[in-house]
């Protein structure tokens, strides 16, 4: 299992998808989490919650009525029930919201994106709920190491299903606004890059000018870069002692290198740096190398932890968290993740575990 900075269940932005329609939408919603009097807040601003409209319940109903342009993501939220906050897209139609006592049971319906999202929530819904029991097993202290290694292994597998399943769900609304919201969402980190640059080519011309999807294609081209085979550029980090380190430098004084990317706070980094630590201790003589390249935001975090795991081989960081310059380079998006590069600094292996490591060194170091 892997740290990601893309939470599967947790919708941390905002997707504005452009129309060229100007047409009315309506929203309707009825269901005993309903309260006569209440006032009901949407907005688009969901990181503030800053309300762009708003509406009083009436008979255990409501109903916003207004013209739009464009096609955009927003929630609805009570000032008064924390428990009521539904995600959900202002399109042209109307837009029905069944909300019962138990919210989580509320579903939209009625316009195209928000059925689609329905699906996709209701998905994310049920795995999250698969997950939330494997993790409660695994920090529980009921498993032992081989069950929380499968346990492990089975999130895993939960978030490539999902991730597919996302591919699958772009790929069959390519043509229509949610699939635009579904590269653009989750294209940055969900969906795999080879598979967002299929999205994006099949989009119709309409949605493939759009800037967002410009900018994607863009980067996109630069992970391009990170492929098996391609050189990597040389880049400068610091290391505990307060050096500058040239990683080329380094990474030609072995046969194979490993960018190990990892973080005192990531749990599954601590629980895999002992399996590491003994490829490395049965390969480092044979000529294997490793570099860890730290997200910590703290030194002294980053440091005790080298120290209490017992590593031995160069650490560098440059105390940006997610934003350091390396991940960004190699676009990494979870961790732990380690690169294997050849003396020359061709990518040999761009994602692997400590098990593959070893596969790897057993074939190219004897």
Not at 71 to 90: D, E, G, H
Not at 182 to 193: A, L, R
Not at 223 to 247: H, K, L, P
């Amino acid at each position: 299992m892997k740290i990601s900075k893309y939470l599967l269940s947790s919708v941390m932005g905002l997707a504005l998808l452009s129309s060229c329609q100007n047409n009315s939408y309506r929203i309707e919603g009825s269901g005993e989490s309903l309260v006569d009097g209440d006032t009901l807040y949407l907005t688009t601003d969901l990181t503030e919650l800053t309300p762009t409209d708003s509406i009083v319940v009436k008979d255990g109903k409501f109903v916003i009525e207004g013209e739009t342009d464009s096609t955009f993501f927003c929630l609805l939220y009570s000032a008064t029930n924390n428990q009521l906050a539904i995600p959900f897209f202002v399109e042209p139609g109307t837009v029905k919201m069944e909300l019962p006592a138990k919210l989580e049971n509320a579903r939209v319906s009625g316009t195209l994106c928000n059925r689609e999202w329905q699906i996709v929530s209701d998905t994310m819904a049920l795995m999250s709920k698969q997950m939330n029991q494997l993790a409660a097993q695994m920090y529980g202290g009921q498993l032992n190491v081989e069950q929380q290694a499968k346990a492990e292994a089975q999130i895993d597998q939960l978030n490539e299903r999902f991730r597919q399943f996302i591919y699958r769900t772009g790929k069959r609304n390519i043509n229509n606004e949610f699939g635009y919201f579904i590269v653009t969402f989750y294209g940055q980190g969900m969906i795999d890059p080879s598979q967002c640059k299929e999205l994006i080519e099949q989009m119709p011309d309409a949605l493939r000018q759009r800037d967002m999807i410009r900018k994607m294609e863009e980067k996109l081209k630069m992970i391009q870069s990170t492929n098996e085979g391609s050189a990597i550029t040389d880049f400068t980090m610091v290391d505990i002692e307060g050096n500058n380190v040239s990683i080329l430098s380094e990474v030609k004084k072995n046969k194979l290198t490993v960018l190990d990317f990892w973080a005192s706070w990531c749990g599954p980094c601590r629980r895999e740096m002992p399996n590491v630590k003994a490829v490395y201790e049965k390969y480092h003589d044979k000529g294997l190398g490793i570099i860890g390249i730290s997200l910590d935001e703290k030194k002294e975090a980053w440091v005790q932890a080298v120290n209490e795991l017992g590593i031995k081989w160069l650490q560098v960081s440059d105390l940006k968290g997610w934003d350091n310059a390396a991940a960004r380079m190699f676009n990494i998006e979870a961790i732990p993740h380690m690169i294997v590069l050849d003396q020359q600094g061709h990518i040999v292996k761009f994602s692997t575990h400590a098990s593959e490591l070893e596969a790897l060194c057993s074939t190219k170091l004897q």
